[in-house]
């Protein structure tokens, strides 16, 4: 098992003055600034490389009142932004200054991240699974096929999906067994890892794309030994090593690659001692 090692280790409650937060997903856009998204708070923080701090957005949480909506994020380099609210099946589109451009209706919307020049929307729609391709106007360009998920139960925040520069798009549905699949125009292609912990001890709480290093990282929590652990894989899929989370109190449940083999990891939890970033480094 190898290593990573703590870069800052920073508090959205003490940052932005609210009493707790549930953290739902992050995105870094070309300059290196962070946006995480809060759900139950239903705001946008940002936080530059120099630890300044800002809220970009205040929204509305739009779930249910018996259930707060899981927010994911896709960040543009321009810093734009989309927020997918899976309960009310809508995207909601930001510009660099955080100004609301307009809601981008998508039925059985699940999660979104950002490709090359466009954005990547997983939904369900009449019992099959597919991804949709919208250009910069929000216009459907294109959709894909995806692989079916486990159960039509599972819920949106669980489900994980990024790209890589070519516009390969990677998508796990966080529940064992240990499966991450690899989409394109040509199909899907399955990865499956059974290393030394079974696949029923193991969910898949996050996948991330670091770019520059060209891999993929999947963040898992073991169930039996109560650890966390990235795997890293190449982008054909090639297992390339475990690296131990550094020790924490908090529980992970998302991943945002930062570029130089390093990553954030939000605390997803809830509750007064929630709402943690941990920025990590990989070891070399």
Same mark, same amino acid.
């Given at each position: 098992?190898n290593d990573?090692?703590?870069?800052?280790?920073?508090?959205?409650?003490?940052?932005?003055?609210?009493?707790?937060?549930s953290?739902?997903?992050?995105?870094?856009?070309g300059?290196?600034?962070?946006?995480? =998204?809060?759900?139950?708070?239903?705001?946008?923080?940002?936080?530059?490389?120099?630890?300044?701090?800002?809220?970009?957005?205040?929204?509305q949480s739009?779930?249910p009142?018996e259930?707060e909506s899981?927010?994911?994020?896709a960040?543009a380099?321009?810093?734009?932004?989309?927020?997918?609210?899976?309960?009310?099946?809508?995207?909601v589109r930001?510009? @660099?200054?955080?100004?609301?451009?307009?809601?981008?209706?998508?039925?059985?919307?699940?999660?979104?991240?950002?490709?090359?020049?466009?954005?990547?929307?997983?939904?369900?729609?009449?019992?099959e699974?597919?991804?949709?391709?919208?250009?910069?106007?929000?216009?459907?360009?294109?959709t894909? @096929?995806? @692989?079916?998920r486990?159960?039509?139960?599972?819920?949106?925040?669980?489900? =994980?999906?990024?790209?890589? @520069?070519?516009?390969?798009?990677?998508?796990c549905?966080?529940?064992?067994?240990?499966?991450?699949?690899k989409?394109?125009?040509d199909?899907?292609?399955?990865w499956?890892?059974?290393?030394?912990?079974?696949?029923?001890?193991?969910?898949?709480?996050?996948?991330?794309?670091?770019?520059?290093a060209?891999?993929l990282?999947?963040?898992?929590?073991?169930?039996?030994?109560?650890?966390?652990?990235?795997?890293?894989? =190449?982008?054909?899929?090639?297992?390339?090593?475990?690296?131990?989370?550094?020790h924490s109190?908090?529980?992970?449940?998302?991943?945002?690659s930062?570029?130089?083999?390093?990553?954030?990891?939000?605390?997803?939890?809830?509750?007064?001692?929630?709402?943690?970033?941990?920025?990590?480094?990989?070891?070399?």
């Amino acid at each position: 098992m190898n290593d990573m090692r703590t870069v800052c280790r920073l508090s959205i409650p003490m940052l932005f003055d609210v009493p707790d937060a549930s953290l739902d997903d992050a995105g870094v856009d070309g300059a290196g600034n962070l946006f995480v =998204s809060d759900g139950s708070n239903g705001r946008v923080y940002k936080i530059t490389p120099d630890n300044q701090f800002d809220v970009v957005e205040t929204i509305q949480s739009t779930g249910p009142e018996e259930r707060e909506s899981s927010l994911s994020i896709a960040v543009a380099p321009d810093s734009s932004f989309c927020l997918s609210d899976a309960w009310r099946d809508i995207v909601v589109r930001y510009g @660099p200054r955080g100004e609301y451009l307009g809601e981008l209706p998508i039925e059985g919307l699940l999660t979104i991240c950002r490709g090359p020049e466009c954005l990547y929307a997983l939904c369900c729609v009449d019992g099959e699974e597919r991804i949709g391709i919208y250009d910069e106007f929000g216009f459907l360009a294109e959709t894909l @096929p995806a @692989p079916a998920r486990y159960t039509s139960r599972l819920a949106p925040g669980i489900v =994980s999906m990024d790209s890589d @520069p070519d516009g390969n798009v990677y998508l796990c549905y966080g529940m064992p067994p240990y499966r991450i699949w690899k989409v394109n125009s040509d199909g899907c292609q399955m990865w499956s890892q059974d290393m030394d912990y079974p696949d029923d001890a193991v969910l898949i709480a996050d996948i991330a794309i670091d770019r520059e290093a060209g891999a993929l990282w999947a963040l898992l929590a073991c169930k039996k030994s109560g650890r966390q652990v990235l795997d890293a894989f =190449s982008l054909e899929g090639e297992f390339l090593g475990s690296y131990a989370v550094p020790h924490s109190e908090a529980l992970y449940g998302a991943i945002c690659s930062a570029g130089n083999s390093e990553f954030y990891l939000l605390d997803t939890g809830a509750g007064p001692t929630s709402g943690e970033v941990l920025r990590i480094l990989k070891d070399n």
